[in-house]
């Protein structure tokens, strides 16, 4: 089973945090749309033998479209690929642009998930990150998105400056209160090039403190798990049959195509990524030529990766799959470099699974890089 990508690349505004490709000028939205149509159809061929399993409309604000525009997309990929009979199709979408009109209009058609960039439920929070809806609109939306869809995801933003532990609890049972099924929480992160980065710089907004941010962590964590959400992803919270199946397929490693401008793609064997500008994207889609730039990947790179994405997830990292696909100098390698972290306990092994303690889910990503192996080719 596969995943389609696909990259809608404008925003209405910038949120101040965010350092993803998008533009605020929709001048040449038509362009896109048709470009993106024609890169699904050129792209055939690499998924011939494939089974599409999920279609993801991220962004930017892919909620922006028409509903013709989404409707269209989705016809493509139906046209060009073969499709499980109820694939997951995902649309990432905003607050203010989910009308009570808008979800009528999804829901008719082939969306059966909606992901929504809610990231606080208070006002000053917003503000401060620029978002382009309201802390009545967050609620608004969710009160009348869960009329519409079963399968909701949100997104919640924590470790933002002069947050107490009390404010974002309460950020997490309002949430709750509406009975969604997903949940996807990620510290405030400080991009270079972005406008937080800069009003950080001349102290107009405060640094984010780490260990805040680990705190709010853990009352995530704790909170969620009280309330029967699995913990199956270290930013990803689900009840049971309620994960996401796109980005769990990024993390098992299954093959996925990335359409539009900045989208990454991945075959198993070797990765490539759009390139990160629309004008040059829709002229070189327009002169039939893809503008993908590709790296195959040696074994140490799958390496790297496979312990980057097991140490974040519940399913761990196999240190049978190690062995038989690595080699026993890459087993030996890991069982070095983790021994520290079992002993401190922030790993553990269970048949022979290799996974992070509730005490390390906060630091894999370090603990992983620690893991890595530079070069054994």
Request: aromatic share 10%; hydrophobic share 35%; charged share 25%.
């Amino acid at each position: 089973m596969s995943g389609i990508y696909i990259h809608i690349p404008f925003c209405k505004q910038a949120c101040h945090y965010c350092d993803f490709h998008f533009s605020t000028s929709m001048k040449k939205k038509d362009e896109m749309v048709m470009a993106l149509a024609k890169e699904i159809q050129m792209r055939k061929s690499e998924f011939q033998d494939e089974i599409v399993e999920t279609i993801y409309f991220g962004g930017g604000t892919p909620s922006i479209l028409t509903i013709d525009d989404i409707r269209s997309l989705i016809a493509v990929v139906y046209e060009n690929y073969k499709v499980i009979d109820n694939p997951e199709i995902t649309l990432e979408a905003n607050p203010d642009d989910l009308t009570n009109e808008r979800l009528i209009e999804l829901s008719k058609n082939r969306i059966n998930r909606l992901s929504i960039g809610i990231q606080s439920f208070f006002e000053d929070d917003l503000k401060m990150m620029n978002r382009a809806h309201n802390a009545k609109e967050a609620a608004k939306c969710l009160e009348e998105a869960t009329k519409y869809f079963d399968n909701i995801s949100i997104d919640l933003i924590y470790g933002i400056p002069n947050m107490s532990n009390e404010k974002w609890k309460q950020n997490i049972e309002t949430a709750m209160s509406f009975g969604v099924p997903h949940i996807s929480s990620y510290a405030l992160t400080v991009e270079l090039k972005t406008a937080l980065h800069s009003f950080i710089q001349k102290g107009i907004i405060p640094q984010p403190d780490d260990e805040v941010a680990q705190e709010h962590f853990q009352v995530l964590v704790d909170t969620l798990s009280e309330n029967d959400f699995i913990h199956y992803e270290l930013s990803n919270f689900g009840k049971e049959n309620y994960f996401s199946k796109n980005n769990s397929a990024y993390w098992l490693g299954k093959k996925y195509l990335g359409i539009g401008p900045s989208a990454h793609s991945y075959d198993g064997e070797k990765r490539g990524w759009n390139v990160s500008n629309n004008a040059l994207y829709i002229k070189s889609i327009q002169e039939n030529k893809l503008p993908i730039e590709t790296e195959v990947l040696s074994k140490t790179d799958r390496y790297n990766e496979y312990i980057m994405t097991g140490l974040r997830t519940i399913w761990g990292i196999s240190l049978d799959r190690i062995e038989t696909e690595f080699g026993t100098t890459y087993l030996d390698y890991l069982n070095q470099q983790s021994q520290k972290y079992i002993e401190d306990h922030l790993l553990f092994v269970d048949e022979n699974i290799l996974r992070t303690t509730k005490k390390g889910k906060f630091l894999s990503d370090g603990i992983a890089s620690d893991l890595f192996l530079l070069n054994l080719e």
